[in-house]
């Protein structure tokens, strides 16, 4: 029996109305004080100054003692100091240079920072003031290191498809929002956001702010190999880490995700890339868990009608399917997504990618 399923027991089932007691005593969990714990933030942030200056002061402002932020940019790292510098921030971060990739500048932030828990943050991002304290109770109760990663509610509408979009996300087995955290037979995620009370286990957690115990690294860390804004990398390392870890999902605090537009793929770009790293992580995990070939194809398909055809129409616009059609390419050629780095040196960004390995890896040669 794994983790999760222990947990729902003790919750009397998923749709229980037993909070966190009865799951803390299926854990092992029992209290100690909050104050033994060092809570820390890293943020990666690419080139956005402006978007990063309000994430950097509301997590400075949380109820619970912050203490340390660490800032890994990836882009003018002058300018971020500078900016940091103005706001009268610069004496309260770190700052930390990186080459690009958001699961590079994670992995870069573990290892900088010093704190026990560390609340892996967007830089477009506003948690309330109780965020940091109530989810870091968690692992003030968790004496035996027991519980992995801790997430709480996002309030992003930019997550939330219309009714079609949900129905057609869920026949096809494709990443969706519901009221539990588990992984699907596709190798999608079902993220808890619309899940509004209930401490529940889960088996996967979203990366826009994800609260994880620092001493998991480097066991666990984000597959560099994911370029970029990295898609799903935040599938992958929760899914790993919770096979060996606990992981708990709290809705009862809430973070705002504003999107920030600065920085973002072109939506070809975009459903390309999610081509690529599906595939990648699909057979890099499958050996893991319950995964199905045609679990695979019926997402890919399901792919190109949700990104190629609902969303073309309601956006006017061939770039979903020219991006997808690209990354199937890409796959047909054993790339990978370019980072930042290879396609500047590329002429214009028309860099083709870099492979994983010689090609994309089976799903035995991986662990």
Request: glycine share 12%.
């Amino acid at each position: 029996m794994d983790r999760s399923e222990r947990g729902r027991r003790a919750l009397g089932g998923s749709g229980s109305g037993r909070k966190a007691p009865a799951l803390n005593e299926a854990l092992g969990l029992i209290a100690q004080p909050d104050a033994a714990l060092r809570l820390g933030v890293v943020i990666p942030t690419r080139n956005r100054q402006q978007d990063l200056v309000p994430t950097v002061r509301a997590w400075l402002a949380q109820e619970a003692p912050i203490h340390e932020v660490v800032i890994v940019e990836s882009g003018d790292l002058s300018k971020t100091r500078e900016i940091m510098e103005q706001e009268g921030l610069l004496a309260r971060v770190r700052l930390v240079e990186s080459l690009s990739g958001l699961p590079r500048q994670r992995n870069i932030g573990f290892r900088y920072a010093e704190a026990d828990i560390l609340f892996l943050s967007d830089d477009d991002l506003t948690p309330e003031p109780r965020f940091a304290g109530v989810l870091a109770k968690h692992f003030g109760r968790d004496v035996n290191g027991q519980l992995g990663a801790v997430a709480g509610r996002i309030d992003d509408c930019t997550r939330l498809p219309g009714r079609l979009g949900q129905i057609v996300r869920s026949l096809f087995g494709l990443s969706r929002i519901g009221v539990e955290g588990r992984m699907q037979p596709s190798g999608f995620g079902i993220f808890p956001l619309a899940r509004t009370e209930g401490v529940i286990p889960v088996e996967v957690l979203p990366g826009t702010c994800l609260a994880v115990r620092r001493s998991v690294y480097p066991e666990y860390s984000f597959d560099e190999m994911l370029e970029g804004y990295a898609l799903m990398e935040d599938v992958d390392f929760t899914f790993r880490l919770g096979r060996r870890y606990g992981m708990l999902y709290d809705p009862s605090v809430t973070a705002v995700h504003h999107a920030a537009p600065a920085g973002r793929h072109s939506r070809r770009d975009y459903c390309a890339m999610m081509v690529v790293n599906y595939r990648y992580l699909f057979e890099k995990n499958r050996v893991l868990e319950r995964f199905s070939r045609p679990a695979y194809w019926r997402a890919l398909i399901g792919l190109v009608v949700y990104w190629g055809i609902l969303r073309g129409i309601q956006e006017r616009s061939l770039a979903p399917f020219q991006g997808l059609f690209k990354g199937i390419a890409m796959v047909r050629r054993g790339q990978m997504w370019p980072s930042a780095e290879e396609v500047t040196a590329s002429n214009g960004g028309a860099s083709q990618g870099h492979t994983a390995g010689g090609g994309l890896p089976r799903g035995d040669e991986t662990g």
